[in-house]
């Protein structure tokens, strides 16, 4: 496999390599390349965070009491935004970066957002625990997750009151895709879920008396359905794994979809549903590497921040940096837009964050200033042109021993080849021959500077 190759394959199952990183794995094969990757992301290390903070709040003193509710509401709201700051740190230094890709591919699939932070977290690690495994399984665990059920009312869906928020999302948006599916399906699938709730803790508990028992028609099958076998019955259409691998090719592969290639993935996936062998067919298969796909997907803002963080440790000082930075570039993890996630493609360029992304490098590794404006707090600002009362610096600490390592007797071409996968015209390639031919501080921010940088 050639350079580009092998960096399109860990761009997309992962977040790039570094120059010599790229360097070694450049005597492989595509076989023993994508069996690595595997291999290295079989352990399912969930995110860790100290909750001894709920011991101040037990569900006792919560109950009648408003001002404590409100007080851990707050606290809550703090400590998801440190659960943040602790996934993007994962996602900088773990080598099992297929498992962490594919659990940010879930969480942008089965979208949920909730600021309790036991929930959170059981339910991110839900994600990673069956990021690779079987989809039927995925489906019928992230179903009782207590995050899920807050965030689309299925702990108020109860016989003779039936909410229809998340079996119409369950069809729709995690299974079968609009249109695929009838109102009347809706209701039924309503019915067979009715009685989910879940303990204080976030455990999931099946109350009874809330259950509908009576029969529900769906899908032209009739019985006493409960949720697991609704859910068995969708993924029995072959438009659920048609669905899920258009999805799938849309994110790792193109947003122009390839109907034959898709194809061959539904007859992989359709019936077994196993994750892992899906990804295997289509990391190893020759149409992934062809030059249509690679080098053409516009990197989200945490491909970008990580990205970089990859190449050149970075350590932020202050966590409201990374929540800044998110913020402006429209991608804040555990908080997605809508039920529907992040749109991705050309919706993350915008005029607000293409300045941003631009200037992101220089900002983070030269500490170059920024001016930004705000209207209401944190979670409505954007960035400026024009110098005024907010222009700041980032503090950050930049590990350039570290990287001056990793990039010792590194030739500058080879620099690019790691960073630059689209093709790049003929100004910039003039652009870049005027840099030299070391890999040197400047040229690395130069290199990332490049509107060819955002690519991938």
């Not at 809550?76 to 773990?94: F, G, V």
């Amino acid at each position: 496999m050639t350079n580009r190759e092998i960096q399109h394959l860990y761009w997309r199952a992962g977040y790039g390599l570094k120059p010599k990183e790229l360097q070694a794995l450049n005597s492989l094969s595509k076989e023993d390349l994508v069996n690595d990757l595997f291999l290295k992301s079989e352990p399912i290390v969930p995110l860790k965070k100290d909750l001894s903070f709920l011991k101040e709040y037990p569900q006792n003193r919560l109950k009648n009491n408003i001002k404590l509710r409100r007080e851990l509401t707050k606290r809550n709201r703090e400590e998801t935004m440190i659960l943040n700051t602790i996934w993007l740190k994962r996602l900088e230094t773990t080598p099992r970066i297929l498992r962490e890709r594919m659990t940010l591919f879930w969480a942008n699939h089965f979208v949920c957002r909730d600021m309790a932070t036991n929930y959170v977290l059981k339910y991110n690690t839900t994600l990673r625990t069956h990021a690779l495994g079987n989809f039927k399984d995925f489906v019928k665990a992230i179903s009782k997750e207590a995050s899920m059920m807050r965030y689309l009312n299925l702990n108020q869906n109860r016989k003779n009151s039936p909410n229809e928020n998340f079996a119409r999302e369950l069809l729709e948006l995690f299974t079968l895709g609009e249109g695929n599916y009838s109102e009347k399906d809706i209701k039924e699938c309503s019915r067979a879920f009715t009685g989910y709730s879940h303990l204080f803790n976030g455990d999931y508990n099946f109350i009874k008396n809330r259950h509908d028992a009576g029969k529900k028609r769906f899908f032209e099958k009739e019985g006493h359905f409960v949720g697991d076998d609704i859910i068995d019955i969708i993924l029995e259409q072959k438009q659920c794994a048609r669905y899920i691998c258009e999805k799938i090719y849309r994110y790792f592969v193109n947003t122009d979809l390839n109907q034959n290639h898709i194809d061959k993935m539904v007859d992989k996936f359709y019936g077994n549903y196993n994750i892992d062998n899906l990804m295997r067919f289509v990391f190893t298969s020759d149409w992934f590497y062809n030059k249509e796909n690679i080098g053409t997907k516009i990197k989200s803002p945490i491909d970008l921040i990580v990205g970089i963080q990859r190449i050149v440790p970075v350590y932020f000082t202050n966590n409201k940096e990374l929540f800044k930075l998110q913020t402006l570039l429209d991608q804040f993890l555990f908080d997605p837009p809508n039920v529907a996630g992040w749109k991705g493609g050309k919706s993350w360029i915008t005029t607000n964050s293409l300045m941003l992304r631009i200037k992101l490098p220089s900002m983070i590794l030269e500490k170059e200033s920024y001016s930004y404006q705000t209207k209401g707090g944190i979670r409505n600002m954007r960035i400026v042109s024009v110098k005024n009362k907010y222009q700041e610096k980032l503090k950050v600490y930049v590990d350039w021993k570290a990287y001056k390592k990793s990039v010792k007797k590194v030739s500058l071409d080879m620099l690019k080849e790691t960073l630059i996968l689209c093709e790049i015209n003929k100004g910039t390639q003039r652009y870049i021959s005027s840099f030299g031919r070391r890999s040197s501080k400047k040229n690395l921010v130069n290199l990332m500077s490049l509107p060819e940088y955002q690519m991938c």
